[in-house]
């Protein structure tokens, strides 16, 4: 009985250790692979912060308009300048469903993985990990991504460094740290998603969600959501994608913030919420898995 437990034990911690950032950080000497040098806070950046933007505004304004039907209710309350930008799509999509009644047929929803497929040319998901007893990892499951890429985003909870996360970080292996302090926590499970789901109550203003909770589920409405589950890099396996910190601009659509997978624990209007991107470090093919690195603010 003893052993067993010390077995059962020592699985959950080879599986845990990929994301304790203590082990990562005493064993990053053995393998400079799984660090990545960043001279100045400022200059963490693979790819601009309006690539980031441009990417996540085309990727989300496809899951919108995929979703359409479904957007009466916040359409209802859009400001005019907003809501004219819909209005050539409005009178196609009502001459299609005009169309499909005649003929009775149902409009051709896509998939949350089916519309990033079509809009940047690869899906990812979840699966189990290539590294041994590491759980679960992220892949690219159908298309070519390219070196620069934003591949996937980190969802969560938003801390600042100095709000209360002592409960919620108890064996959570989902905590990031950013470079200034503040926290995502990514865990799906537990306090921390009770938390996240009431602060995303919190925040939604009638039919206008700030904040997509659906990643704490298996129905996802942002299939980016899943960078939590990327493991760090080893010795056998070199990392191909980095994080990326981006403060969402005030400018954001209102429509699109039911995709951002990330919430701030505490109500600021003044402050810009953040978010964490993962860019890739080089061409990634159909059947890989993402492999991240850590960086570290070189003086």
């Not at 996540?56 to 859009?78: E, G, H, M, R, Y």
């Not at 159908?142 to 620069?148: A, C, E, N, S, T």
């Not at 919620?168 to 926590?185: A, E, K, T, W, Y």
């Not at 400018?251 to 624990?265: C, D, S, T």
């Amino acid at each position: 009985m003893p052993g067993r437990l010390l077995r059962g034990l020592w699985q959950r911690w080879r599986r845990y250790k990929y994301r304790f950032v203590p082990w990562i950080a005493l064993n990053i000497s053995h393998n400079p692979r799984t660090l990545r040098y960043v001279p100045e806070e400022s200059k963490d950046k693979v790819i601009s912060d309006e690539e980031v933007l441009g990417t996540l505004l085309k990727v989300f304004q496809a899951l919108f308009l995929n979703d359409f039907n479904k957007q009466s209710d916040i359409l209802t309350v859009l400001p005019e300048p907003v809501k004219s930008k819909y209005q050539d799509f409005l009178a196609v999509q009502h001459q299609r469903e005009k169309l499909l009644e005649n003929r009775h047929q149902q409009q051709s929803i896509f998939k949350p993985e089916e519309v990033l497929y079509k809009t940047l040319g690869f899906s990812v998901a979840r699966a189990t990990s290539s590294l041994i007893s590491a759980g679960k990892g992220v892949f690219v499951t159908k298309g070519f991504v390219p070196k620069g890429a934003v591949v996937s985003m980190y969802p969560g909870t938003v801390y600042q460094k100095y709000e209360p996360v002592f409960f919620q970080s108890i064996g959570n292996p989902f905590i990031f740290r950013c470079l200034d302090g503040v926290l995502i926590d990514g865990n799906d499970k537990g306090i921390s998603k009770v938390v996240y789901r009431s602060c995303n109550g919190r925040d939604q203003l009638g039919p206008l969600k700030m904040s997509d909770s659906t990643w704490l589920t298996s129905e996802m409405h942002n299939p980016l959501a899943v960078g939590q589950y990327v493991n760090n890099c080893s010795n056998d396996k070199a990392a191909n994608v980095c994080y990326q910190e981006f403060d969402v601009p005030a400018v954001f659509p209102v429509e699109l913030k039911q995709y951002l997978p990330n919430i701030a624990y505490s109500y600021d209007k003044q402050s810009p919420l953040r978010c964490v991107v993962l860019v890739t470090l080089r061409d990634i093919k159909q059947g890989e898995e993402l492999f991240s690195n850590y960086y570290t603010i070189v003086s």
